[in-house]
């Protein structure tokens, strides 16, 4: 590489999942792309990150990710291609001026391992972006090639996206080729009968077929099945026999590593054996375990004191859009009436959110407009949430000059409990769980009141914000259970219990009294209808999610 072979023209984030120092960079260069091939390098750039968000198990972890598009420019357009290769195959000869020196034959053996100057194509991914964790080059090339180590190499052959998918399976994850050939089946190659070295150290292939002490034991699919799950009669060639058990099966599959027998694999198939598969179990757990440290914790949901159900009675709800955590705590006041405050809590460091606790009055449940401009707002004091993990963390507060802490943990009480994250869906009318902070539709139409959804299973646990007849806080909890599709319907209680800042707050002391009933009916994630019935009075509103930092957050 030098000067006369191109330049670095810019830097693009093309998927922001966040500040690059908390996620997981993936830095993209182009080599033997030339200026008017730009349009070209980002289409195949796109067409690449595409395929990877709709591949298991990315989907699920794109928050994790950053993926940054370099736009290197090369003098001239393509990939060498030596003229002749070890394999015995013949090429064009080409030898283009090209940034990354990108070549076919890379090791002088194999024409399809194409390969770049790894080191520099990883001085400029770090140049550009500190934080890459892995870099890829894609080669402006249609010849099938590609390759992994230090950089994941791949061509712009029609098969590109699940090269490239193979070559990160190795560079970011550290996968092995689980297909038992080097050069080929049937090509003779020698020195690849049996594999003869020790424990490889990827997690996705081994020399140890013993069931009690395999390296992916927790993921097989029957662990008291004898293993291997297959043989080779034949160790001079790749064995030719179908797969004994069904599709995804987790066992011990003879031939990996390049060799046909004495290294096993996980599953029959997968991307790291063979294009257009799925990634196996297996290697999706590696993909997981070295991704998840790095996705935004989101803490919405529905929290009490910890241990769990120890001051059952009260209890916190967040509504957390990127930044931000909207908390609802409902609580008691001295005279032990039900009593709810909120507060707008700000990331500052760590994990720490804070912010300023406020009491509002407005007018009554049933005020006929509802007039949010009699809603008023008293600040009471303030309160600091602390998170040690998704599930737990700490609420200290003051209040009226009272200061306390309490361990608060996430409330469970269905199954499965839904995992959020933060504006992975721009469209929250697509969701099918409905968990947040919900108000009157059209939004902000009625500020002052609202209603917070923890939605696990077939339950939704409803906490009501509004004002009694006297237009003092007032909360009412309904848990509604699924009936027809998409309602959920349930009775609607009122408690009264021992004042917030009671030591110990005795959760016998707590006094539940039913009032009514109450149905959502959801037209889609984002709009519904909340009728209801309370002490005589039967109303209906349309309510929609509160989103106070675009695009909000979705749970599922």
Not at 312 to 331: K, L, N, P, R
């Amino acid at each position: 590489m030098s000067s006369a072979d191109g330049f670095i023209a810019g830097t693009t984030k093309i998927v922001d999942g966040g500040p690059d120092a908390l996620r997981y960079n993936i830095v993209i260069l182009g080599d033997g792309y030339r200026a008017g091939d730009m349009s070209k390098y980002h289409a195949d750039v796109q067409n690449f990150v595409t395929t990877l968000e709709t591949t298991p198990p990315f989907g699920a972890l794109w928050d994790a990710l950053n993926i940054h598009r370099v736009d290197v420019v090369s003098t001239d357009s393509g990939a060498d291609d030596p003229a002749s290769c070890g394999d015995g195959s013949a090429g064009s000869g080409a030898a283009p001026k090209t940034y990354f020196d990108a070549t076919f034959c890379g090791d002088g053996a194999i024409r399809r391992l194409l390969t770049c100057d790894s080191v520099s194509a990883r001085n400029a991914a770090l140049s550009e972006v500190p934080e890459a964790h892995v870099t890829m080059v894609i080669v402006n090339s249609a010849q099938y090639g590609g390759s992994g180590g230090p950089v994941a190499t791949f061509s712009a052959h029609p098969s590109a996206v699940e090269i490239a998918l193979h070559e990160l399976g190795h560079t970011a994850f550290g996968l092995a080729d689980e297909y038992e050939y080097y050069a080929g089946c049937g090509t003779g190659e020698a020195g690849h009968d049996h594999y003869g070295g020790g424990e490889p150290v990827e997690p996705n292939v081994t020399a140890n077929a013993n069931a009690g002490t395999i390296k992916w034991r927790p993921m097989l699919s029957a662990p008291a099945a004898a293993l291997p799950t297959t043989v080779n009669a034949d160790c001079a060639q790749c064995d030719p026999q179908a797969n004994p058990r069904p599709a995804n099966y987790v066992g011990a599959y003879a031939g990996a590593r390049y060799h046909h027998c004495g290294a096993y694999r996980p599953s029959y198939n997968c991307r790291m054996r063979a294009l257009n598969q799925q990634f196996c179990a297996v290697c999706r757990r590696a993909i997981r375990d070295t991704l998840i440290p790095y996705l935004p914790a989101v803490y919405q949901g529905l929290w009490w004191n910890a241990p769990a159900g120890s001051e059952s009675g009260w209890g916190i709800s967040f509504a957390h859009q990127e930044d931000v955590i909207f908390a609802t705590w409902f609580t008691y006041n001295a005279a032990g009436k039900p009593w709810w405050l909120i507060m707008t809590a700000v990331k500052g460091a760590g994990d720490d959110y804070s912010g300023t606790l406020y009491e509002t009055r407005g007018p009554a449940f049933d005020a006929t407009p509802f007039d949010p401009a009699l809603v008023t707002a008293l600040a009471v004091g303030s309160g600091t949430l602390t998170f040690t993990d998704v599930d737990n963390g700490s609420f200290a507060y003051t209040v009226n000059g009272i200061s306390q802490t309490k361990a608060i943990t996430r409330q469970v009480f269905a199954a499965p409990v839904p995992r959020c994250t933060f504006g992975m869906e721009s469209n929250l009318a697509l969701a099918t769980n409905v968990q947040d902070l919900w108000w009157a539709a059209p939004a902000g139409s009625e500020s002052g009141w609202g209603i917070s959804f923890a939605h696990q299973g077939d339950v939704i646990f409803a906490t009501w914000f509004t004002y009694d007849q006297n237009g003092v806080p007032w909360w009412l909890i309904v848990t509604a259970t699924l009936g027809a599709p998409n309602v959920y319907s349930g009775a609607l209680y009122t408690t009264t219990g021992p004042a917030f800042s009671a030591v110990p707050f005795n959760p016998a002391q707590v006094a539940i009294t039913a009032v009514g009933t109450a149905t959502f009916t959801f037209a889609d994630g984002n709009h519904a209808s909340f009728a209801y019935t309370v002490n005589g009075v039967t109303q209906t509103k349309q309510i929609t999610r509160q989103i106070f930092r675009p695009p909000g957050t979705l749970c599922r």
